[in-house]
């Protein structure tokens, strides 16, 4: 998948979907690459009781986005599988969209290791995550 075009990267993730929880939370998928990517997602919706982003939203939006990204490094017939994360959380959104972008810090044959900073409509960093996919053979 490393080799294609953007917009047959764009048309896969259309055709494969980013799951049920993503498509809750209107997390939606702007560029991908094996080393790179941004999403969006929406604040309305994704809010805890104080009106504030949950931080678990922010980890949500960026594991999806990291886990795509390290699943086009897997490569055709492999895919990546989540097996650590972690999230320093520095502020907080009300409203508006909010932006992950992701870049790769490790991509190997087996593990890949992407940090992905989330950042509200004005250019405020809210979240750095750092996500791990361990990559393995599809099973029939």
């Given at each position: 998948m490393a080799e294609?075009?953007?917009?047959e990267i764009m048309a896969w993730v259309?055709?494969?979907g980013l799951g049920e929880l993503a498509d809750k939370m209107g997390i939606e998928i702007l560029e991908l690459t094996p080393t790179s990517g941004i999403a969006t997602m929406p604040a309305e919706g994704n809010r805890q009781p104080l009106g504030l982003v949950h931080g678990g939203?922010?980890?949500v939006l960026a594991e999806t986005l990291g886990s795509m990204c390290a699943t086009l490094a897997a490569g055709v017939g492999r895919h990546a599988v989540g097996i650590?994360?972690?999230?320093?959380?520095s502020k907080s959104a009300k409203g508006g969209i909010v932006t992950a972008t992701a870049k790769a810090v490790?991509?190997?044959?087996t593990l890949t290791?992407?940090?992905i900073a989330?950042?509200?409509?004005?250019?405020n960093r809210l979240s750095t995550i750092r996500i791990t996919n361990f990559l393995r053979d599809n099973r029939d």
């Open positions: 294609q075009t953007p917009e259309r055709d494969r939203a922010y980890v650590e994360i972690n999230a320093s959380h490790s991509i190997g044959r290791t992407h940090e989330v950042d509200d409509d004005k250019g």
